[in-house]
């Protein structure tokens, strides 16, 4: 259990103390849930901090269970799950072209008019404030992966140890301090697990700059 997301940030940059000062490495996070974390790794770590903007696609009936996630140029969708819950392909169309157009906005909002740091060549240490089916990540890997990242370390408070080992295959080295069987939620597993604002989001951001 965790207090909030700056101490799982913090339990997570004891554990990547290795990484502290690396002149090949930077914190990426995944927004907005996991900025709090990735801010306290770059204070901690004394790594630079940017985002990768990605987002899950919610099942038409009930928007937490995660379908898939799409990023600015890719999306990835549990085609098994679709088929089981015969979610139709207009839905999922019409979710992915939506969730983009937001994506548009939020790739503007955060990155302003200096554009995104390069990861060509770095290792990317990419944060999140835990994952459930691990698709939101695995997209932002992939597309890391394509943006020339040499090392991809996958680093999260807590995750089903199914999705851990799922990670494992597409990242280089993944840190979770908690991996359950009985996996629920991931606001199960913190005491405070209140909605990060786009206005906090662009303070960790600036502070970190």
Same mark, same amino acid.
């Given at each position: 259990?965790?207090?909030?997301?700056?101490?799982?940030?913090?339990?997570?940059?004891?554990?990547?103390?290795?990484?502290?000062?690396? %002149?090949? @490495? +930077?914190?990426?996070?995944?927004?907005?849930?996991?900025?709090? &974390? =990735?801010?306290?790794?770059? /204070?901690?770590? #004394?790594?630079?901090?940017?985002?990768?903007?990605?987002?899950?696609?919610?099942?038409?009936?009930?928007?937490?269970?995660?379908?898939?996630?799409?990023?600015?140029?890719?999306?990835?969708? %549990?085609? @098994? +799950?679709?088929?089981?819950?015969?979610?139709?392909?207009?839905? &999922? =169309?019409?979710?992915?072209? /939506?969730?983009? #157009?937001?994506?548009?906005?939020?790739?503007?909002?955060?990155?302003?008019?200096?554009?995104?740091?390069?990861?060509?060549?770095?290792?990317?240490?990419?944060?999140?404030?835990?994952?459930?089916?691990?698709?939101?990540?695995?997209?932002?890997?992939?597309?890391?992966?394509?943006?020339?990242?040499?090392?991809?370390?996958?680093?999260?408070?807590?995750?089903?140890?199914?999705?851990?080992?799922?990670?494992?295959?597409?990242?280089?080295?993944?840190?979770?301090?908690?991996?359950?069987?009985?996996?629920?939620?991931?606001?199960?597993?913190?005491?405070?697990?209140?909605?990060?604002?786009?206005?906090?989001?662009?303070?960790?951001?600036?502070?970190?700059?």
């Amino acid at each position: 259990m965790f207090r909030d997301r700056p101490a799982a940030g913090a339990r997570l940059a004891r554990e990547l103390s290795r990484y502290r000062g690396a %002149d090949d @490495a +930077l914190i990426v996070a995944v927004p907005r849930g996991g900025l709090p &974390i =990735a801010g306290v790794l770059a /204070r901690e770590l #004394a790594l630079r901090l940017d985002v990768v903007v990605t987002k899950k696609i919610g099942h038409p009936d009930d928007p937490e269970l995660a379908i898939g996630a799409v990023s600015l140029t890719d999306e990835a969708v %549990d085609s @098994a +799950l679709v088929a089981r819950e015969s979610i139709s392909r207009d839905d &999922i =169309a019409w979710q992915i072209e /939506r969730v983009r #157009a937001a994506l548009h906005s939020r790739y503007r909002m955060y990155h302003g008019i200096s554009g995104p740091l390069s990861v060509i060549g770095k290792t990317v240490i990419l944060a999140d404030d835990g994952a459930a089916t691990g698709r939101t990540m695995l997209v932002a890997i992939d597309l890391l992966r394509r943006q020339g990242a040499l090392k991809i370390v996958a680093a999260l408070p807590v995750a089903p140890r199914g999705t851990v080992e799922i990670l494992k295959k597409r990242a280089d080295e993944v840190v979770c301090l908690e991996a359950p069987d009985d996996f629920t939620a991931i606001s199960r597993f913190y005491t405070d697990f209140s909605r990060v604002t786009d206005e906090e989001a662009l303070r960790i951001l600036k502070d970190a700059a």
